[in-house]
């Protein structure tokens, strides 16, 4: 796909009592022009794509929020994984030479409603024996510590690493270190997840522009290159498999057909932004991306080799665990993260020399799982 | 865009009590896959877009409904122009190159949980100054008859017309020819708009079958081109102008973006299936799509210009008045029906020697509203 990324923005991720919506798909907008090097007219957009999950609905919040109504709008819904599918989609677009610019918006408000009742009623009613999220992934974490002698221990670790790199993203939800004790001793929520194994219920937008590859050098001289994208989607509706409770088989087939139109391989990854919802699902994501084979995940983990000195950073962001997770942004805040982390402009938490950035993002339900991973180079 | 339907199934339109959701797209989709002409093997299937305004959500539940766990999916929702967003999309990756084969699948159950909630609580609470669906059509009516001379006896002719396609569709949701007379004579909704000029609350799938151009030949001697799409979302929050109330402005932009890419003009389309949410929708959009003058709908129709043997036949499936209105199903129904009408398939309501044909798609709120055309051509 000849598609580049040219600007990104967001707003802080926390709770946004103080702003609506349309504030804060506003503030990650003009972010997101403010961005682009060369300076941008928003007249240069042709399309947009918007994620939320459940903040509202259609396309025409958008052309109201922007200012840019008359323009096509298309709303995608994709569990949490939202945000990545309305960037992929506009990248097909764009790829397929319909538009030169197109502009992507993900946000949610997690904690007003309407998305609130949403998960107030899918907690309540739908999911009516037990099967809260926490309790969808602890099922998943307490199979993965029988069977391959994964510890608690190595969950914190993950909690410990995240919100560490969490305290030096200004952005963040939750700026504050935090350690394995404190981990395993937080309250817990569902045998074996404790409460700084959950990621936070988070509001936030993010918004990124992007456009074809041979025009991207009009915007930038440091473009980021969308070069793979992978989604699956399965379903666990009544008949979940072993390979379903240890791992994502949709990540697994996500990332290899994201690889494959990369031409890419694990090893050639330089900085991940991975799905931690919970502790457990960045693990089980070290093995299901590839990073290391599958059972192996707690001892990435305590070797060191997901930490932002390690040989994979994942989740310098802070990740969902300490960013935080409005769910429609989410997928669009990967592609933030990475955009500036291949252009060395993250701070306290850059990785060093970083050329090849991946994104993953999980959707799960009791019914289902989606995952969808992105690829981007360094242009 | 070198994107080809190959294959569209549906399942009847109507009240479908004894049906699950699972059981329509079940049915729409292999009614799909038995319409490829040289056959058709799902394992070609290589991503899925599927439309539902409210009845699911995300990608999972298409895995689950058919079988293609682990293939991607992603979910679309854009109103009641939701299963032409899914259409769209699903070009622009076919288009793009990414994928050779992909399935698009629309439906609705408008009359079970949970999108009879969402229309119940949208018709209750959001909208608690009166402002129902009819009386948001109703407001463009009388003002189309105030600036135009527009008559309930020229709105009434469309019902006639479109009761009569209906008549002729064994799919149809309603089946029965009715009068002017009687039209006008049916209960008041919200004035000038009777029971006759509204749609019913409708159920059911549609399915279609996209691939690339260059090779739908392997699959049947007829293919139908997707040579247009376009795609406009506006602003009515608070600030709805003239032009917003007597016309859509995204259906003047939606079309006029798609007779582009498809280098046609409104004369040259053949066959038309259009939003008839309304009769008042039917009318003005003859204008907004350009087949007349603004101000000209009504002597359009009562000339007979849009019937079935009319220079330009508008709603020969019935539209949305007689067909029947599922949200997320209705605009891939549309494609099904012009695939049907450019193969001459489309037995008693057959419109003669179809080359061209355009689908329009509305959705109408009162903070926006969103057009989709997409414009269709006979391989």
């Given at each position: 796909?000849?598609?580049?990324?040219?600007?990104?923005?967001?707003?802080?991720?926390?709770?946004?009592?103080?702003?609506?919506?349309?504030?804060?798909?506003?503030?990650?907008?003009?972010?997101?022009?403010?961005?682009?090097?060369?300076?941008?007219?928003?007249?240069?957009?042709?399309?947009?794509?918007?994620?939320?999950?459940?903040?509202?609905?259609?396309?025409?919040?958008?052309?109201?929020?922007?200012?840019?109504?008359?323009?096509?709008?298309?709303?995608?819904?994709?569990?949490?994984?939202?945000?990545s599918?309305?960037?992929?989609?506009?990248?097909?677009?764009?790829?397929?030479?319909v538009?030169?610019?197109?502009?992507?918006?993900?946000a949610?408000?997690?904690?007003?409603?309407?998305?609130?009742?949403?998960?107030?009623?899918?907690?309540?009613e739908?999911?009516?024996?037990?099967?809260?999220?926490?309790?969808?992934?602890?099922?998943?974490?307490?199979?993965?510590m029988?069977?391959?002698?994964?510890?608690?221990?190595?969950?914190?670790?993950?909690?410990?690493?995240?919100?560490?790199?969490?305290?030096?993203?200004?952005?963040?939800?939750?700026?504050?270190?935090?350690?394995?004790?404190?981990?395993?001793?937080?309250?817990?929520?569902?045998?074996?997840?404790?409460?700084l194994?959950?990621?936070?219920?988070?509001?936030?937008?993010?918004?990124?522009?992007?456009?074809?590859?041979?025009?991207?050098?009009?915007?930038?001289?440091?473009?980021?290159?969308?070069?793979?994208?992978?989604?699956?989607?399965?379903?666990t509706?009544?008949?979940?498999?072993?390979?379903?409770?240890?791992?994502?088989?949709t990540?697994?087939?996500?990332?290899?057909?994201?690889y494959?139109?990369?031409?890419?391989?694990?090893?050639?990854?330089?900085?991940?932004?991975?799905?931690d919802?919970?502790?457990?699902?960045?693990?089980?994501?070290?093995?299901?991306?590839?990073?290391?084979?599958?059972?192996?995940?707690?001892?990435?983990?305590?070797?060191?080799?997901?930490?932002?000195?390690?040989?994979?950073?994942?989740?310098?962001?802070g990740?969902?665990?300490?960013?935080?997770?409005?769910?429609?942004?989410?997928?669009?805040?990967?592609?933030?993260?990475?955009?500036?982390?291949?252009?060395g402009?993250?701070?306290?938490?850059?990785v060093?020399?970083?050329?090849?950035?991946?994104?993953?993002?999980?959707?799960?339900?009791?019914?289902?799982?989606?995952?969808?991973?992105?690829?981007?180079?360094?242009?």
């Open positions: 796909m000849q598609v580049a990324v040219i600007g990104c923005g967001m707003t802080n991720f926390g709770e946004h009592y103080g702003n609506s919506l349309r504030g804060l798909v506003e503030d990650a907008y003009l972010n997101a022009i403010k961005s682009v090097d060369k300076g941008f007219d928003p007249r240069d957009i042709q399309a947009v794509w918007y994620g939320t999950l459940g903040s509202s609905w259609a396309g025409f919040p958008i052309s109201d929020y922007t200012g840019l109504s008359g323009l096509p709008v298309s709303r995608l819904e994709n569990a949490c994984a939202t945000g599918d309305a960037f992929r989609n506009a990248c097909f677009a764009v790829a397929a030479g538009y030169d610019v197109a502009l992507v918006i993900g949610e408000k997690m904690n007003d409603e309407p998305c609130q009742s949403l998960w107030d009623y899918q907690a309540m739908i999911w009516n024996i037990g099967r809260s999220m926490p309790a969808v992934f602890a099922l998943r974490a307490t199979r993965h029988h069977e391959f002698s994964t510890t608690r221990e190595h969950l914190a670790r993950i909690s410990v690493k995240n919100h560490h790199h969490g305290a030096l993203n200004p952005r963040a939800h939750f700026r504050f270190d935090t350690t394995v004790e404190k981990v395993l001793k937080s309250r817990m929520i569902s045998y074996p997840l404790s409460l194994d959950c990621c936070p219920m988070t509001d936030g937008a993010a918004a990124a522009i992007v456009c074809r590859s041979d025009i991207a050098k009009r915007y930038t001289d440091s473009p980021v290159h969308m070069i793979g994208t992978g989604l699956s989607a399965d379903t509706y009544g008949t979940i498999t072993d390979e379903q409770l240890v791992g994502f088989p990540t697994v087939k996500a990332s290899r057909e994201a494959r139109m990369a031409k890419l391989e694990p090893k050639d990854i330089d900085v991940v932004e991975l799905h919802c919970f502790t457990i699902t960045e693990l089980v994501s070290y093995e299901d991306l590839g990073f290391c084979r599958k059972g192996e995940g707690g001892k990435f983990v305590a070797e060191g080799r997901a930490s932002l000195d390690g040989e994979k950073p994942v989740n310098p962001s990740g969902l665990l300490a960013k935080g997770h409005p769910t429609g942004a989410t997928g669009v805040a990967q592609i933030v993260e990475i955009f500036e982390q291949l252009r402009q993250s701070g306290k938490r850059q060093s020399d970083a050329s090849v950035g991946l994104t993953h993002n999980l959707g799960v339900a009791p019914e289902g799982t989606v995952a969808l991973v992105s690829i981007l180079r360094r242009g």
